[in-house]
């Protein structure tokens, strides 16, 4: 044996049937093509936990936040507000009023024949009870 043939450089000549080449270069392929879908699929799901991690920080903010009025209020908010005070306002007014007029309320008396009916049909309730309890 010589030494030039267990030498090996970029001269050394190899023979390989062709299909074997073509299944090397096709497995090469196919393994590219799978690794760059499994990292552009890790890449958009890193991407969404980040999106949905923002999402809840800012909901968690705003749950927070928007009842104790330090974001604001939408004008309607405000545009109500001065109305219930406004209603409010009036309500007094009007409760005001009826304590200053409300001296017949105090001093009133039914007429003497609404009372005498009522007396009436409180003594016909009382004999209607004797009625039906001697009836059992």
């Given amino acids: 044996m010589s030494q030039d043939t ?18 090397i270069v096709g497995a090469a392929a196919v393994s590219t ?3 760059s ?4 699929r ?4 890193e991407t969404n936990q980040e999106v949905r991690k923002e ?3 800012l909901n968690s903010e705003f749950r927070i936040n928007w009842p104790r009025g330090t974001m604001g209020s939408l004008p309607d908010d405000a545009e109500q507000n001065r109305e ?9 007014r009007i409760i005001e009023e009826v304590e200053e007029n409300d001296r017949w309320i105090d001093n ?7 009372q005498e009916n009522t007396n009436r049909v409180r003594e016909l309730e009382i ?10």
């Fill in 55 to 57: 999402a809840i920080e």
């Fill in 37 to 40: 879908g499994v990292i552009e």
């Fill in 108 to 114: 009133f008396e039914p007429p003497k024949e609404v």
């Fill in 42 to 45: 890790l890449n958009r799901i």
């Fill in 33 to 35: 093509w799978a690794y």
């Fill in 84 to 92: 219930i005070q406004s209603i409010k306002l009036e309500i007094e």
């Fill in 127 to 136: 004999k209607m009870a004797i009625i039906e309890a001697k009836g059992s």
């Fill in 6 to 23: 267990n030498h090996v450089s970029d001269d050394t000549k190899v023979s390989m049937p062709i299909r074997n080449i073509i299944s």
